[in-house]
């Protein structure tokens, strides 16, 4: 299994440039994830999903979208880029283990929004 | 709300030392408790977790006894190593949110030198 996977690594916009950063499972989760990464503030919800088709927002999800077509894949989309969004991004797949769930997160994707 | 806070950083300390990570939470809930490592320039590993009161997680000679009088979840390891150098990360979840929204403190960074 290669786990949880991110494309890009690193990534450079322009204000006003729209992206997507892919994320990919091969465990069979139900459950995903977005987070971002900024110094100083853990890691904060952007989007999840509970399955295939099923999306709800996170704590801070302004200025991004997602979606969810297959169990695999989990797409964050910039539609707008803007300096704010400087930012590493974590995609996470939860499994159920016993009474709780764990989380399985991704190496991460470096954006720089100039 | 839901929160999750963990004494900041960083932390420096010689090899073998005795390290303790303080961590406390707030839950409205009965939440599952955890502590995920970040080695530089990588994602998150989920280090150890306890899912109700009184348990303890340990892995990897770090361990943590969920307080549910004290709302603690503080993070042990008696003799640390130059390779436990890393931000180690706090978090809480609500069961009942089906593993979907990991809630995060800010982080606190350990170095271990020789």
């Known amino acids: 299994n290669a786990g949880v996977t991110q494309t890009p690594k690193f990534q450079v916009l322009k204000t006003g440039q729209s992206m997507t950063l892919q994320c990919a499972q091969d465990m069979n989760h139900e459950y995903m994830s977005w987070y971002r990464q900024d110094p100083g503030m853990g890691l904060r919800l952007i989007h999840y999903s509970v399955g295939a088709g099923i999306t709800d927002q996170g704590e801070v999800p302004n200025g991004y979208n997602v979606s969810r077509s297959t169990t695999e894949d989990f797409p964050l989309r910039l539609l707008s880029a803007a300096p704010s969004q400087t930012s590493v991004y974590f995609c996470?797949?939860?499994?159920?283990?016993?009474?709780?769930?764990?989380?399985?997160f991704g190496p991460g994707t470096r954006l720089t929004v100039t | 709300g839901d929160s999750v806070t963990q004494m900041e950083g960083p932390v420096t300390l010689s090899e073998e030392a005795f390290l303790t990570i303080n961590c406390t939470y707030t839950?409205?809930?009965?939440?599952?408790l955890f502590w995920y490592v970040q080695y530089p320039g990588e994602g998150l590993q989920l280090l150890l977790k306890?899912?109700?009161?009184?348990d303890k997680g340990s892995n990897k000679g770090f361990e943590a006894t969920y307080r549910k009088e004290t709302t603690s979840f503080h993070l042990e390891k008696g003799s640390v190593q130059v390779s436990d150098s890393a931000v180690y990360f706090c978090a809480l979840n609500l069961n009942y949110q089906a593993g979907t929204a990991l809630i995060f403190g800010k982080g606190t960074t350990l170095s271990v030198s020789s």
């Open positions: 996470a797949s939860t499994r159920r283990a016993g009474s709780s769930y764990e989380q399985y």
């Open positions: 306890a899912t109700k009161a009184d």
């Open positions: 839950a409205t809930g009965y939440p599952s």
